[in-house]
Each structure stands twice: as C-alpha cells, then as structure tokens.
C-alpha cells in the first residue's frame, strides 16, 4: 500500500507564509508526478502546481511568484513554500502523486488527507 502523509498547515496572516510537506511511503517503484491540489469552501478542487521527476514544475496562475515546490526524490517528499499568501488562499490543500507501484508495476493516482490553510487577521 500507499500512503501520503500532509504537515504544515494552520492559520497565518495575510502576507505571510507557511511551508507544506508531502512524504509518500509504501511500495512504490517510481513517482512520476507529486503535487498539491486545493479546495475553498463552496468550490472546486484546483490543481495549484505539480512537478516531475525530473524537477519540472507548473503552477496556477494565481500562485505564481508566491509559491513554489520542490522535491527529494530520495525521500520521496515535496514541499511547498507559500510566501505572500492572501485570503483567496484560504483551502483545504491535498498532496497527490502519480506513481508506478512496486510489485504490479502498475501507475496509479495517491491523495493524502488533506490540511488546511486558513489566511485571515
């Protein structure tokens, strides 16, 4: 099995930042894709950035120049480091990852549980 493990959420202020991390254990042979996708209340889950094994990332319009994700291979772990967050960053924030299982070889989509970040004075 696979787990996905979420840290560092919580409340700051407007302006500030926070740092999430992500750690995928379990049989895994390799991780394509790790990232986190968000969710404000009332609305859909967004994909806010998502980076290869290769160390390429994307982010949504709306975090980029604020955030930013990186990755350890090694350790199978990303974090994301959220500088000059804003109210509209308030959300639930999921770490996914896209990997190819050991044993069956086979490539299947992970979630964590989710943590919240709340932005607000």
């Known amino acids: 099995q696979v787990q996905l493990v979420e840290s560092g959420g919580g409340l700051v202020q407007p302006g500030g930042s926070l740092r999430l991390s992500c750690a995928a254990s379990?049989?895994?042979?390799?991780?394509?894709?790790m990232g986190w996708y968000r969710q404000a209340p009332g609305k859909e889950r967004e994909l806010v950035t998502t980076?290869?094994?290769?160390?390429?990332?994307n982010y949504e319009d709306s975090v980029k120049g604020r955030f930013t994700l990186s990755r350890d291979n090694a350790k199978n772990t990303v974090n994301l480091q959220m500088n000059s967050l804003k109210p509209e960053d308030t959300a639930v924030y999921y770490c996914?990852?896209?990997?190819?299982?050991?044993?069956?070889?086979?490539?299947?989509?992970?979630w964590g549980k989710g943590t919240l970040v709340t932005v607000s004075s």
């Open positions: 996914y990852a896209d990997l190819t299982r050991g044993g069956d070889y086979r490539r299947a989509t992970y």
């Open positions: 379990g049989s895994i042979r390799s991780i394509l894709y």
């Open positions: 980076i290869n094994s290769g160390g390429s990332t």
